[in-house]
């Protein structure tokens, strides 16, 4: 490729990524001033947490895998960079920026490996603060931050933390939420890929379970006070939940799973491909689930949600959406999830930039500051 235009790595790593990276390629892609290099750390690497997604989304195949998989956090993100190090210092054509996403343990790691190289990173949806410092992601959030070039701001609280650190006005630019632009171009698909009636159930009528924060599945006896949540909610309409790996692994070991299996009107699942589980969020009643992208999500459908945080780094979702944070307060939960149940919902505002066309801005600016010249 000696002569094409400069190259910039694109990093996925694990599954809420996958969403984020699919309409920044395609956008990239047409406009046409930059190369494109898809990178798979490896960080997830199950068919269902990664595979189905690239699929889904109509992803191409990695171009670089690094092949990392699980492991305790220092050493999953030391792998990470060693691998991107690696790659980075042999990639040929070499890499021009590299666009990382979100906040896992791939976004701080390849950031890192890059900066340390002198290669420009862009940080797409920066900004983000939930201000607890035990959450992994916080970390990751921080770390990125400090170091990208570029922050690609996703929510309107994300330019005001950054102003607050200190960072340079020149850093920062407000471009929107990519994870919208893929609801936008999914949500038909969705809708249509039958997923309600795969679960038995019909819109507009059941609850839609996601967990998977350390916080809420690690400690057996939190475990079981959300499952007391869960059961209490089956009795009132079907829950449909599928399981996380780390969630399943957590249940498992506990012998809570057995619990589960005893709640008739609990339908538990593998994890969900992206169509399915969007759709089966857009009929929900009601989604209760402790995820960043799915309280985003939900604000956008317009679909009561009910976070299981005692904070969150999207508060746009609360102040112009149908998000209410009930903290570790699971009676709040439960009074949140009935007022739900029984149609008392709030109407969602608009929100700067979640339109679509985040990604076609993203672009625009990566094409100016590190694409070839237009003549
Ligand atoms: C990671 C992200 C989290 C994100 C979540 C979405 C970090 C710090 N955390 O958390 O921000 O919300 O992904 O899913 O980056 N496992 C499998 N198959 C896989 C991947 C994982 O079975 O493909 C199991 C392994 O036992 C692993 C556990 O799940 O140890 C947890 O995976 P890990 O990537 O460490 O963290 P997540 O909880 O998935």
Redesign the pocket.
Same mark, same amino acid.
């Given at each position: 490729m000696a002569g094409g235009p400069p190259i910039v790595d694109l990093v996925a790593? =694990?599954? !809420?990524n996958f969403m984020k990276v699919a309409p920044v390629l395609r956008a990239l892609e047409a406009a046409g001033r930059l190369g494109t290099r898809l990178v798979h750390t490896g960080?997830?690497? &199950?068919d &269902?947490?990664?595979g189905v997604f690239l699929r889904d989304l109509g992803i191409r195949q990695p171009d670089v895998s690094l092949g990392v #998989? +699980? =492991?305790s956090?220092g050493r999953?993100t030391a792998r990470i960079l060693e691998a991107y190090e690696e790659h980075l210092l042999s990639a040929s054509p070499p890499t021009r920026v590299v666009v990382v996403v979100? &906040?896992?343990? +791939?976004?701080a790691a390849c950031t890192l490996a890059a900066v340390k190289l002198g290669i420009p990173v862009a940080h797409v949806e920066a900004g983000l603060r939930s201000f607890d410092r035990t959450m @992994?992601?916080e970390v990751?959030r921080v770390v990125t931050d400090a170091l990208a070039d570029l922050l690609l701001v996703s929510e309107p609280a994300g330019e005001e933390n950054l102003r607050l650190e200190g960072i340079a006005e020149d850093r920062i630019r407000y471009v929107g939420n990519v994870m919208i632009d893929t609801l936008v171009r999914e949500l038909p698909a969705a809708r249509e890929c039958g997923a309600a009636t795969t679960h038995g159930v019909e819109a507009g009528s059941y609850a839609y379970i996601t967990l998977?924060? !350390?916080s809420n599945v690690d400690d057996p006896e939190r475990l079981s006070a959300v499952l007391s949540l869960l059961e209490r909610l089956a009795e009132r309409v079907p829950v449909v939940f599928p399981v996380? @790996?780390?969630t399943? =692994?957590r249940l498992e070991a506990s012998g809570l799973d057995r619990r589960l299996d005893s709640s008739p009107g609990m339908r538990r699942c593998a994890p969900l491909s992206y169509r399915e589980s969007l759709g089966l969020m857009a009929g929900a009643r009601v989604v209760v689930t402790d995820? #960043?992208?799915v309280q985003e999500e939900t604000t956008f459908l317009g679909v009561p949600c009910v976070t299981l945080r005692p904070n969150t780094e999207r508060p746009v979702t609360e102040r112009l959406g149908t998000n209410t944070v009930v903290g570790s307060d699971l009676e709040k939960a439960w009074t949140v999830t009935v007022e739900a149940l029984d149609g008392r919902t709030r109407e969602p505002q608009p929100i700067p930039g979640w339109d679509g066309r985040a990604a076609e801005r993203i672009a625009e600016v990566l094409a100016s500051r590190y694409g070839t010249p237009v003549d």
């Amino acid at each position: 490729m000696a002569g094409g235009p400069p190259i910039v790595d694109l990093v996925a790593g =694990a599954r !809420p990524n996958f969403m984020k990276v699919a309409p920044v390629l395609r956008a990239l892609e047409a406009a046409g001033r930059l190369g494109t290099r898809l990178v798979h750390t490896g960080q997830h690497y &199950d068919d &269902d947490m990664s595979g189905v997604f690239l699929r889904d989304l109509g992803i191409r195949q990695p171009d670089v895998s690094l092949g990392v #998989g +699980s =492991a305790s956090h220092g050493r999953q993100t030391a792998r990470i960079l060693e691998a991107y190090e690696e790659h980075l210092l042999s990639a040929s054509p070499p890499t021009r920026v590299v666009v990382v996403v979100g &906040d896992v343990n +791939s976004t701080a790691a390849c950031t890192l490996a890059a900066v340390k190289l002198g290669i420009p990173v862009a940080h797409v949806e920066a900004g983000l603060r939930s201000f607890d410092r035990t959450m @992994p992601e916080e970390v990751n959030r921080v770390v990125t931050d400090a170091l990208a070039d570029l922050l690609l701001v996703s929510e309107p609280a994300g330019e005001e933390n950054l102003r607050l650190e200190g960072i340079a006005e020149d850093r920062i630019r407000y471009v929107g939420n990519v994870m919208i632009d893929t609801l936008v171009r999914e949500l038909p698909a969705a809708r249509e890929c039958g997923a309600a009636t795969t679960h038995g159930v019909e819109a507009g009528s059941y609850a839609y379970i996601t967990l998977h924060r !350390p916080s809420n599945v690690d400690d057996p006896e939190r475990l079981s006070a959300v499952l007391s949540l869960l059961e209490r909610l089956a009795e009132r309409v079907p829950v449909v939940f599928p399981v996380h @790996p780390r969630t399943r =692994a957590r249940l498992e070991a506990s012998g809570l799973d057995r619990r589960l299996d005893s709640s008739p009107g609990m339908r538990r699942c593998a994890p969900l491909s992206y169509r399915e589980s969007l759709g089966l969020m857009a009929g929900a009643r009601v989604v209760v689930t402790d995820s #960043g992208g799915v309280q985003e999500e939900t604000t956008f459908l317009g679909v009561p949600c009910v976070t299981l945080r005692p904070n969150t780094e999207r508060p746009v979702t609360e102040r112009l959406g149908t998000n209410t944070v009930v903290g570790s307060d699971l009676e709040k939960a439960w009074t949140v999830t009935v007022e739900a149940l029984d149609g008392r919902t709030r109407e969602p505002q608009p929100i700067p930039g979640w339109d679509g066309r985040a990604a076609e801005r993203i672009a625009e600016v990566l094409a100016s500051r590190y694409g070839t010249p237009v003549d």
